[in-house]
């Protein structure tokens, strides 16, 4: 649980850090998006190993039905994501589609996963992207939406999500996860 905790908190501090310690970022001059990039490799390692090894008490499990609700979740939950980066209709009435695809993602895992391990992981970074959310309204409190892009990217948004999830699914079967039951 310790390599899980660790990494939680090195991957909120990796992105809150900018926020938070804004003279110690841009005195870095450039050099902090790799050092950031590393951060947060390090983070996804020791969050994935810790889980995998973490063991804790067990409060439920998965059912057709959580694991049904769990699957349309993700996919909103990776179109948000592909909306925030193609900046679609979505993206430009929604401030943090990332973050609240991150809330999504955290949501749908814990409905099939009852366990202190997940609570520990997802619960993590609920309130992390929770936290990001705060931080980033505090910091930069008028939001000027981006500019309207041509109907194609709404289209390759969700094709975007379909070819992601299929991805994220084939990764879930590979470490031993059933996506589908």
């Given at each position: 649980m310790t390599l899980l905790i660790?990494?939680?908190?090195?991957?909120?501090?990796?992105?809150?850090?900018?926020?938070?310690?804004?003279g110690f970022h841009r005195s870095l001059k450039g050099a902090e998006r790799p050092m950031v990039t590393g951060l947060l490799v390090v983070a996804l390692v020791l969050m994935v190993v810790g889980y995998r090894a973490a063991d804790g008490a067990v409060f439920w499990g998965r059912n057709a039905a959580l694991v049904?609700?769990?699957?349309?979740?993700?996919?909103?939950?990776?179109?948000?994501?592909?909306?925030?980066?193609?900046?679609?209709?979505?993206?430009?009435?929604?401030?943090?589609?990332m973050l609240t695809g991150v809330l999504v993602w955290s949501l749908a895992h814990l409905l099939v996963n009852g366990d202190t391990p997940s609570f520990v992981l997802f619960g993590g970074m609920a309130l992390w992207a929770l936290a990001e959310i705060v931080v980033i309204n505090r910091a930069v409190p008028h939001w000027t939406p981006p500019a309207a892009k041509p109907?194609?990217?709404?289209?390759?948004?969700?094709?975007g999500t379909l070819v992601v999830y299929g991805a994220i699914v084939g990764v879930h079967y590979l470490l031993g996860y059933p996506t589908f039951g």
């Amino acid at each position: 649980m310790t390599l899980l905790i660790l990494g939680l908190i090195l991957w909120a501090f990796a992105h809150l850090a900018k926020r938070l310690v804004p003279g110690f970022h841009r005195s870095l001059k450039g050099a902090e998006r790799p050092m950031v990039t590393g951060l947060l490799v390090v983070a996804l390692v020791l969050m994935v190993v810790g889980y995998r090894a973490a063991d804790g008490a067990v409060f439920w499990g998965r059912n057709a039905a959580l694991v049904g609700i769990n699957n349309l979740l993700m996919l909103v939950s990776v179109y948000l994501f592909a909306a925030s980066g193609m900046k679609t209709a979505l993206a430009r009435k929604m401030r943090h589609p990332m973050l609240t695809g991150v809330l999504v993602w955290s949501l749908a895992h814990l409905l099939v996963n009852g366990d202190t391990p997940s609570f520990v992981l997802f619960g993590g970074m609920a309130l992390w992207a929770l936290a990001e959310i705060v931080v980033i309204n505090r910091a930069v409190p008028h939001w000027t939406p981006p500019a309207a892009k041509p109907a194609k990217f709404e289209g390759m948004a969700l094709a975007g999500t379909l070819v992601v999830y299929g991805a994220i699914v084939g990764v879930h079967y590979l470490l031993g996860y059933p996506t589908f039951g």
